[in-house]
T-cell receptor
Framework: DAKTTQPTSMDCAEGRAANLPCNHS???????VYWYRQIHSQGPQYIIHGLKNNETNEMASLIITEDRKSSTLILPHATLRDTAVYYCIVRVGGYSGAGSYQLTFGKGTKLSVIP | DSGVTQTPKHLITATGQRVTLRCSPR?????VYWYQQSLDQGLQFLIQYYNGEERAKGNILERFSAQQFPDLHSELNLSSLELGDSALYFCASSVDPVLGYGYTFGSGTRLTVV
């Protein structure tokens, strides 16, 4: 699986958009970008994923650059409850045969939403 | 409630002892994963089971073992415990290990070895 690089920490004002970057310059054509978050000592929570198109759901938007070497997770209106560690994970996805396919978590970005 | 149930939530035990952590996956999920998270450390993948069979091993110590039973619940056994084994242990489940989304994590078991 391709490695990812994320800033160690970020701050965001409450009500503003939080933009969390992730670099994955060695991503392969069959690898997806997944975002999970972990709110203080709770189990990680799935947020969103994408292959090459931008994606949006009720939680966030995912913007993937055309060359797929980087992506940005956008929380449109950050709240205090969004304070968490955000993990960007690149991994083979889809039906591509048998395998283990576990998620490998890095250090992530600690997002602090400030009142 | 994520649908993944882990018991117990907290466990305090002495060095050298053996403990068993239990995980009930979300209904319909066939795959179970175990992760360890030590203080200030990231989530370390330990082991994965799919429909009763071991599928992958990560950084799991020989003192640790796991299994998945026919009803799909899983147990992680930790033996000869050391102080350094103190950590949060998470279980996750998914319906299909191939998909990277849809992994549902439990609330974890906090193990303290004294």
């Amino acid at each position: 699986d391709a490695k990812t690089t994320q800033p160690t920490s970020m701050d965001c004002a409450e009500g503003r958009a939080a933009n969390l970057p992730c670099n994955h310059s060695t991503i392969s054509g069959n690898e997806y970008v997944y975002w999970y978050r972990q709110i203080h000592s709770q189990g990680p929570q799935y947020i969103i994923h994408g292959l090459k198109n931008n994606e949006t759901n009720e939680m966030a938007s995912l913007i993937i650059t055309e060359d797929r070497k980087s992506s940005t997770l956008i929380l449109p209106h950050a709240t205090l409850r969004d304070t968490a560690v955000y993990y960007c994970i690149v991994r083979v996805g889809g039906y591509s045969g048998a395998g283990s396919y576990q998620l490998t978590f890095g250090k992530g970005t600690k997002l602090s939403v400030i009142p | 409630d994520s649908g993944v149930t882990q018991t117990p939530k907290h466990l305090i035990t002495a060095t050298g002892q053996r403990v068993t952590l239990r995980c009930s996956p979300r209904s319909g999920d066939l795959s179970v994963y175990w992760y360890q998270q030590s203080l200030d450390q990231g989530l370390q993948f330990l082991i994965q089971y799919y429909n009763g069979e071991e599928r992958a091993k990560g950084n799991i110590l020989e003192r640790f073992s796991a299994q998945q039973f026919p009803d799909l619940h899983s147990e992680l056994n930790l033996s000869s415990l050391e102080l350094g084994d103190s950590a949060l242990y998470f279980c996750a489940s998914s319906v299909d290990p191939v998909l990277g989304y849809g992994y549902t994590f439990g609330s974890g078991t906090r193990l303290t070895v004294v």
